[in-house]
């Protein structure tokens, strides 16, 4: 059963960073596109970043390139990835609830059909 649980968020400073993390079980790595998307109060959901499990080529949307970077971490033991995202730079334009997310097959515009429960992130001085 997949299962995925976010974690790392927080009230953050202007220009200061945070590292999100996220443990994905339940999943055959290589199968899977994995990633982070976000969404604010009264936007829509914004994709930031997708690996593939295949390759582990990453993409980032362009409101974040260059701010923040993803990584995995594959455990084949216990079968769990572990995903990063390692947020640089913020802006109060950050502020959202962030969600960790996974789709069967490669990357395909950020369009992940699971995700876990969120978790805030609050850029504000």
């Known amino acids: 059963q997949l299962q995925i649980v976010e974690s790392g968020g927080g009230l953050v400073q202007p220009g200061g960073s945070l590292r999100l993390s996220c443990v994905i079980s339940?999943?055959?790595?290589?199968?899977?596109?994995i990633g982070w998307f976000r969404q604010a109060p009264g936007k829509e959901r914004e994709g930031l970043v997708c690996?593939?499990?295949?390759?582990?080529?990453?993409?980032?949307?362009?409101s974040v390139k260059g701010r923040f970077t993803a990584s995995r971490d594959n455990d084949k033991n216990s079968g769990k990835n572990t995903i990063y995202l390692q947020m640089n730079s913020l802006k109060p334009d950050d502020t959202a609830v962030y969600y960790c997310?996974?789709?069967?097959?490669?990357?395909?515009?950020?369009?992940?059909?699971?995700w876990g429960q969120g978790t805030q992130v609050t850029v504000s001085s």
């Open positions: 997310g996974a789709e069967a097959g490669p990357c395909a515009d950020y369009d992940f059909d699971s």
């Open positions: 339940g999943i055959t790595w290589y199968d899977y596109a």
């Open positions: 690996i593939n499990g295949l390759d582990s080529s990453t993409y980032y949307t362009a």
